[in-house]
Structures are given as C-alpha cells and as structure tokens.
DNA sequence: GTTAGATAGTTAGGTGAGCTAATAGTTAGC
DNA sequence: GCTAACTATTAGCTCACCTAACTATCTAAC
C-alpha cells in the first residue's frame, strides 16, 4: 500500500529503529511470563540446545555469535538453576557435552510458547496478506543478517511445510 | 509466491529467530565504526537527542522504554565521554535539559551513518522489490510493537536535505 | 501557609550479557 | 617428543537492565 521506492538507506534506517523496539518486546515477554526469570539469551540457548542436544559449548557459541567464554557463563548460569546439564566427551576430553536437564526442556518449552503467544497475540490483528508480508521480510532478513551456521534455527519454523 | 499460508505462530517464530540476529549484526557494525565504542542503546539515546533535543531525562527514558535510573546511568557515561550535556531547566528545577554537544553530535552521526551504510550494503544484493518487502514488514512490526510514542523515531528516516 | 501527594532525577545494590587476555588441559602434526 | 592448534575456563572489565529507596521540587488541598 505505502510501498513506494525505497532506498537502502531507508530499509537500513528502518532496521535500526525497529529491531532494538522489537527486541525489547520480546524481553518483556519472557520476562513476565518465565517464573524462574529467563533471558532471551538463556532462551535461545535453551532453544538451541533442545534440538541440537549433546552439543559442545563452542558449538553454541559459534550458533548464537558469541565467544567462547560468554558461552561459558552463560552455562554456568543454566547448570546452577539446574536447567543445563555438563557433561564430559569421552571421546574428545577437552570437550565437553551440554544437554537439557528434563527441567531444562520443560522451562524452555513453557517459556518459548508462552512468548511466542504473546507475539502471536499481536499478529492476530493482521490478515493474512499482512502477515505473509511480514514473514517474506523477515525471511529476507534472515538470508542477509544471520549466520550462515544459524540457518538451522531458521529453518527449524517450517516443518510444516 | 513463496508466500503460502503463514499461521501467527510460525510468524512468531520468525520474529525470535530473526530479530537476535538482525541484533547482534547492529551491534557488531557499531562497535566497528566507533573510535569510541558506543553501544547500540547509546546509539539511540544520541540518535533521538539529535531529534528531540532539550529532552528531559524521563522523556528520553520513555522514548527508548527503559526506567529512569537506567537511563540516568547512560547518560552519565554520555556526559564523561563529552557527548552529551545535562543542564538544569529554570522553569522546573527539578528537571535536566538533555542535549548533544558538538562532539556528540558529529560522533553520533558518523557512527549512526557507518552503521546504516553497513546494513545497507547488505541490502543492496536485494531487488527493489525485495527491498519493499522488507521495509513493508518492517513497517507493520513497527505499528504492532514499537511504543506508541517511538513512532517519532519511525517516521524520522527522511529528512537529510 | 502548611502539609500531602505526585513527579524528576539520583543513588545503591543486584543480575546478566558481552568483550579481551591469559591459562590449563588435550589432541594432532611433524 | 615437541610444537601447534583447539576446548574450555578464569579473571577483569564495560555496559544495559532492573527494583527499592532517597532527595528535591512542584502542585493541590486544606
């Protein structure tokens, strides 16, 4: 409707304004709705973890983009609330393996879902050509702005293709 | 085309997957650019006080959703680094006139432009019209979850020259 | 006018995310 | 066997957040 021309630097402008106000959305969700208080971080951690389980902390690390002793800190925080489990590799005894605690999984399902409602909630007011448009720009972001390695937290929403 | 039937939910989980993402981009590009680093949130305090100059520190803090002391924080290390200047409003003495010193405002802009030029050479690969579907999206993300009185920040991208 | 309540900003104290640099242990390469 | 690369951790730092409590000021009510 509104589309006229964009340039780049529009779009680059309207990233910036949106994202940091679209990431503040989601911190508030989890926040209100995790009892034990999660972080969006912990979040996609926890996410992460629950389909790439056994994984070792530089594997998440290079997931998420962060450095390796970032990762390291952030699991100390999630194996003291029991969420986290460390385990070592055998195999490689410099490694170690990082998996759900049964708590884990269920705090993540219960905290994802619930924030994922909280955002659906927002979308229902749209109709469906709104929310295919948001979708196909976000998909487009998603092939720009990610990772390549973290293109499996992207496709990981369409199993029901 | 691609576009089949996307529910909220999926949607949703778009927005979580992307939005880190896209966020840890930004911030990356930021500190690239800056001599002195700042952070994607000090960013956006001198990015509005550009606008909106003669704030008062709650107005800023309302802008951006964050709570006073938080605010009051950031603007301290602001006013250390020279970029920002509070001063006393003669009317209402208990409110500070927040504002950017020359230094503050060159830096914001260098910064604000490398970093708008960083996303935008990512987005020049796309087409015109994949351009105005991310901006198209990004725009209906904006109506759904930026506070009403950041819209400012929203409509704000047009005004070089 | 004084007193009660709201409002603006700060301070104190805490959690958590992020970084770099340096270290210990492990594996692999030569 | 010695070195080089890699995994994870520790230490030390900055910064973004929060709540609770405090000071100062303004407003309104009595």
């Known amino acids: 409707m509104a589309a006229t021309l964009i340039t780049p630097d529009q779009c680059a402008d309207s990233i910036m304004t949106v ?12 926040r209100s709705h ?3 208080h999660l972080s969006l971080s912990q979040l996609r951690v926890l996410y992460f973890l629950q389909r790439r389980s056994q994984s070792s902390l530089s594997a ?19 194996v003291q609330r029991g969420l986290v489990h460390r385990s070592p590799d055998p195999s490689e005894r410099r490694r170690i393996i990082l998996s759900l605690t ?26 469906a ?28 929403h369409g199993d029901t293709e």
Chains 1, 2 share one sequence.
């Open 60 to 78: 998440v690390a290079d997931y998420l983009d962060v450095t390796r002793p970032t990762m390291s800190a952030m699991v100390d925080r999630l």
């Open 102 to 127: 049964p708590e884990g999984t269920a705090t993540m399902e219960r905290v994802y879902r619930a924030t994922q409602q909280t955002v659906a909630d927002r979308l229902e007011a749209l109709s």
């Open 19 to 30: 994202v940091p106000a679209v990431t503040r959305f989601l911190r508030a969700s989890i």
């Open 34 to 36: 995790g009892k034990p």
């Open 129 to 156: 050509a709104q929310l295919n448009q948001i979708s196909a720009g976000l998909a487009l972001l998603s092939t720009l702005f990610e990772e390549p390695h973290v293109s499996a937290l992207g496709q990981a």
